[in-house]
């Protein structure tokens, strides 16, 4: 669970990095959230052994985000050092080297625990995109619940930053909301069942979801009366409940062998 999340969690943020406007938000919120991401890129390379591959995918895996580990963690410090130097230009190149990176990574892995799952190869290719759209999706959803969550808290000291990039952040978190509870509802609808979990993993999950979802639009409304520390408490509870939602998921494909997402 410890190495699905950490590899989730670069990735989304790196993408919304990438995506979100970045001229109008000052270089230590960058600079902090690429040193992020070289703590993330340590706790991937110490855990790369602990992804669930119980079969022949097992060594590929590890070894695959072993080394990858590392050139996450070489240019997330490289953009780090070049955000402390306010170059803006080569942060946002390393900014999009990690998220090309990762999301490659992501898929990979994705791909190989889904050959990894079944013995048909016939049912492979019906298993693997649900699992990428499940894994890619969540990636997306950590990082930009985090990311805004984030930047809100950012807002306490930058305080003459204009208020647009916040909502900007806050509508790609609505977005990913989104997305991922449509690549849930395609994950589910193409096994044809989600096993026998109980009621409380699978309350919690779509909690993770929904609530989400809903504090999304809430957040952006309260932005609309400028109020950027009541926006940052909400956005603190929505990064909680996507926590536990995603931690919820992992725990009924483990425990009911659901191949849909890392």
């Given at each position: 669970?410890?190495?699905?999340f950490?590899?989730?969690?670069?990735?989304?943020?790196?993408?919304?990095?990438?995506?979100?406007?970045?001229?109008?938000?000052?270089?230590?919120?960058?600079?902090?959230?690429?040193?992020?991401?070289?703590?993330?890129?340590?706790?991937?390379?110490?855990?790369?052994?602990?992804?669930?591959?119980?079969?022949?995918?097992?060594?590929?895996?590890?070894?695959?985000?072993?080394?990858t580990?590392?050139?996450?963690?070489?240019?997330?410090?490289?953009?780090?050092?070049?955000?402390?130097?306010?170059?803006?230009?080569?942060?946002?190149?390393?900014?999009?080297?990690?998220?090309?990176?990762?999301?490659?990574?992501?898929?990979?892995?994705?791909?190989?625990l889904?050959?990894?799952?079944?013995?048909?190869?016939?049912?492979?290719?019906?298993?693997?995109?649900?699992?990428?759209?499940e894994?890619?999706?969540?990636?997306?959803?950590?990082?930009?619940?985090?990311?805004?969550?984030?930047?809100?808290?950012?807002?306490?000291?930058?305080?003459g930053?204009?208020?647009?990039?916040?909502?900007?952040?806050?509508?790609?978190?609505?977005?990913?909301?989104?997305?991922?509870?449509?690549?849930?509802?395609?994950?589910y609808?193409?096994?044809?069942?989600?096993?026998?979990?109980?009621?409380?993993?699978?309350?919690?999950?779509?909690?993770?979801?929904?609530?989400?979802?809903?504090?999304?639009?809430?957040?952006?409304?309260?932005?609309?009366?400028?109020?950027?520390?009541?926006?940052?408490?909400?956005?603190?509870?929505?990064?909680?409940?996507?926590?536990?939602?995603?931690?919820?998921?992992?725990?009924?494909?483990?425990?009911?062998?659901?191949?849909?997402?890392?």
């Amino acid at each position: 669970m410890i190495p699905e999340f950490a590899l989730q969690l670069i990735c989304g943020l790196s993408t919304v990095w990438c995506i979100a406007p970045r001229s109008q938000i000052t270089s230590g919120f960058f600079r902090i959230q690429m040193l992020i991401a070289l703590g993330l890129s340590v706790l991937l390379f110490l855990t790369s052994n602990q992804f669930p591959t119980p079969h022949v995918n097992e060594q590929a895996v590890s070894q695959l985000v072993a080394g990858t580990s590392i050139l996450f963690g070489l240019l997330a410090f490289s953009g780090s050092v070049a955000w402390t130097l306010e170059r803006r230009k080569g942060g946002t190149v390393f900014a999009y080297l990690l998220a090309t990176s990762s999301t490659v990574t992501l898929v990979t892995v994705a791909t190989l625990l889904s050959a990894n799952s079944t013995e048909s190869s016939a049912t492979v290719s019906t298993i693997t995109l649900p699992a990428i759209a499940e894994t890619v999706s969540a990636a997306w959803l950590i990082g930009s619940v985090t990311s805004a969550m984030l930047l809100g808290h950012w807002y306490l000291t930058a305080t003459g930053m204009p208020l647009k990039p916040f909502t900007q952040y806050n509508v790609i978190f609505l977005v990913a909301a989104t997305l991922r509870m449509g690549a849930t509802l395609f994950a589910y609808s193409s096994q044809g069942e989600v096993g026998e979990a109980s009621w409380g993993l699978l309350t919690l999950r779509w909690a993770g979801l929904i609530g989400p979802f809903i504090i999304a639009i809430l957040t952006i409304r309260i932005l609309r009366y400028r109020n950027t520390q009541s926006a940052t408490g909400v956005l603190y509870a929505a990064t909680t409940l996507v926590f536990m939602g995603e931690m919820a998921a992992n725990l009924i494909e483990q425990s009911y062998a659901i191949p849909t997402q890392l």
